[in-house]
């Protein structure tokens, strides 16, 4: 029986966003990432919160840019890459972002991945 529960770790809010996400929802894809960065609801995994920002942050969901954007100036789960970090940055600041803004700036300020 303790076998079983390990195996049923993740929880029904978290199953629902999956089912969510799997249809092409990209606040629950950005949520669903949330999820697997932190080890809320499921366990802790970047390969899969990295998969699930990048489905919503291609459909301009805001808050998977920046943090894609963080995954790839801190080098979480990717390869350092300040240029995609830039990229990322740049779609959630055109959208409003002031963190996206921001952390552009500092890329700028110090001339990571950008003159």
Do not use: C, H, P, W
């Not at 899969?48 to 963080?70: D, T």
């Not at 995609?84 to 990571?112: F, H, S, T, V």
């Amino acid at each position: 029986m303790s076998n079983e529960k390990m195996e049923t770790k993740k929880s029904d809010k978290f199953l629902s966003t999956l089912e969510a996400a799997q249809k092409g929802d990209a606040d629950a894809q950005f949520n669903l990432g949330v999820m697997y960065e932190n080890g809320e609801e499921t366990e802790q995994n970047y390969a899969e919160a990295y998969k699930y920002y990048r489905l919503a942050a291609e459909q301009g969901n805001i808050g998977a840019q920046v943090n894609l954007g963080l995954f790839y100036s801190e080098g979480y789960e990717v390869e350092q890459n300040y240029e995609k970090a830039a990229e990322y940055y740049a779609a959630a600041a055109a959208q409003g972002d002031a963190i996206a803004q921001y952390n552009l700036g500092l890329l700028y300020e110090n001339g990571d991945g950008v003159e």
